[in-house]
């Protein structure tokens, strides 16, 4: 059964066409005029662009005593719905330590389970003998090339600098590519300390005790580790200029270090912490937390300019008797915002409908940049012969109002409740099935996901270094008779 996707303009991160695509089996067959298949599926007027990779999703993550409560079905459907068709899920170590283990958990949790496909970075929250050797295993036989460091959450999730200078450079000796949660924890710990003594428990301590300065020294902190180790660096969730900043300058020098804003940050704005309303006020607390306008219009312009290459989400969904868990102290509220599904609608809108991004550029930061860092391009990420069919026939013209009622995630509020959106998927192919139609009923298709192993990448060891001469150290040979006796 051959499908063709008819009378539409494709758009990829380099540029615009017109021509249909035949699609066969799971794969583009040809791109091209005029041609023919057993199913027509219909996109005059729309856009075909190569379906959306959420690199940033914690699915049934446990987390600050709780655990997020969008599974690996409903979250993969919201995302079809939304027009993604990849996510990159955060696997976290149990009690155990063991990375392996890890996997095998979250293999459980999501086997049958999904409706796209999907993968996982490899989370380091410790350091041993036994997760240097584990690392090799993650890499080169279950196909996980990202390992995430978290900077925060103290007595927790947090990694120290000897461990992730370590961390850093097994990656840098596997190929594989680093990446950071850049927030400084110990001082994020006592600034919630003395928040709470002060007597401001609620949402509005979450953004007070993690401004912009502890985010930057993090990113500042974390490039110098990856430049002394030899790596890359790809630092999730940036949120703020400070941290914008340091990967500029990186940049300039010429590291690879990667940014990834999340379409919350981009969107929605410091204020929400200060609305009334508790409930609605602690819905939006995550970390980084939002920010001012100012920082917002300079992630902006990053995604433009190129110095921020991937927009994400961070979806880890909290319900709001979840949230409550904070009511007496903001620091307890679980950390956490969705958006797997407004992701593309939203970025559309507020970055293509206002002209602050072109059409190619929504692409190559929705899913082209991610699937060329994570190593899985051109099978995904773009619209190539012989790459996998996963295709949004994207309609500009099919507004809605995001609400909780029409959306497809377990959620029951949504950070952009009432929000106008000018476009929406038509349809979304995953790998050549249609798994959203809008407007058709589509029910999610639990099982028919895959896990995509991701191969280690040469170029992630190539990062060019101002240390290496550290690595190449001179002795001075000196004669005997010149050194002071008794020192
Ligand atoms: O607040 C957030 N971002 N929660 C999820 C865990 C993380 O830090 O990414
Ligand atoms: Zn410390
Ligand atoms: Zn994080
Ligand atoms: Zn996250």
Not at 316 to 324: I, P
Not at 455 to 468: E, G, N, R, T, Y
Request: aromatic share 8%; net charge negative; with cysteine.
């Amino acid at each position: 059964m051959s499908k063709v996707i008819k009378g539409g303009t494709i758009v990829t991160a380099d540029r615009q066409w017109t021509a249909d695509v035949l699609i066969e089996g799971e794969k583009i067959a040809e791109i091209g005029e005029n041609l023919r298949g057993d199913e027509v599926i219909d996109a005059e007027g729309a856009y075909v662009i190569p379906g959306g990779i959420d690199p940033h999703t914690h699915l049934e993550m446990p987390f600050m005593g709780t655990t997020a409560a969008e599974t690996f079905e409903t979250g993969t459907f919201a995302a079809a719905a939304g027009g993604t068709t990849m996510l990159v899920d955060f696997c976290l170590p149990g009690e155990d330590g063991s990375l392996l283990n890890a996997i095998d958990a979250w293999d459980r949790k999501s086997k049958d389970q999904i409706c796209v496909d999907i993968s996982y970075h490899m989370a380091i929250t410790g350091w041993s003998e036994k997760i240097f050797e584990e690392m090799a295993s993650v890499v080169n036989e279950r196909g996980i090339n990202t390992f995430k460091h978290f900077m925060a959450y103290k007595g927790a999730l947090m990694i120290e600098d000897d461990e992730m200078f370590a961390s850093f450079k097994r990656c840098a000796e596997l190929g594989a590519l680093p990446l950071v949660h850049a927030e400084n924890g110990d001082i994020v710990a006592e600034l919630q300390q003395k928040y709470m003594e002060m007597g401001i428990t609620g949402p509005e301590g979450h953004a007070y005790s993690r401004p912009p300065e502890v985010e930057g020294e993090a990113a500042n902190r974390a490039i110098m580790i990856a430049d002394a180790a030899g790596t890359p660096l790809y630092i999730v969730h940036v949120s703020c200029e400070q941290a914008h900043e340091a990967i500029r300058r990186a940049r300039q020098k010429g590291m690879r270090v990667f940014g990834e804003p999340l379409i919350q940050h981009l969107t929605l704005d410091e204020s929400e912490y200060f609305n009334k309303d508790w409930q609605y006020a602690a819905r939006r607390v995550m970390s980084p937390p939002f920010r001012s306008k100012e920082h917002q219009d300079g992630l902006w312009a990053g995604l433009a300019a190129g110095s921020l290459q991937v927009v994400a989400t961070d979806h880890a969904a909290f319900t709001d008797e979840q949230k409550r868990m904070g009511v007496d102290n903001f620091g307890m509220i679980p950390n956490g915002t969705g958006g797997l599904e407004e992701r593309m609608a939203m970025l559309w809108t507020q970055g293509v409908e206002t002209g602050r991004l072109t059409p190619e550029e929504f692409v190559a930061v929705t899913s082209s940049n991610i699937a060329k860092i994570l190593n899985i391009y051109p099978m995904k990420g773009g619209i190539n012969v012989g790459g996998d069919a996963d295709i949004v026939v994207w309609d500009p013209k099919l507004g809605r109002t995001i609400s909780t009622a029409t959306a497809k995630s377990i959620l029951d509020y949504n950070v952009f409740e009432g929000m106008e959106v000018s476009a929406s998927p038509r349809y979304t192919l995953s790998r050549g099935d249609v798994v959203w139609a809008a407007g058709q009923n589509s029910q999610p298709q639990p099982g028919r996901g895959r896990f995509v192993k991701r191969p280690p990448a040469a170029s992630a060891s190539k990062a060019l270094s101002k240390w290496k001469s550290l690595n190449t150290p001179r002795k001075i040979e000196r004669d005997p008779m010149n050194i002071p006796a008794g020192v």
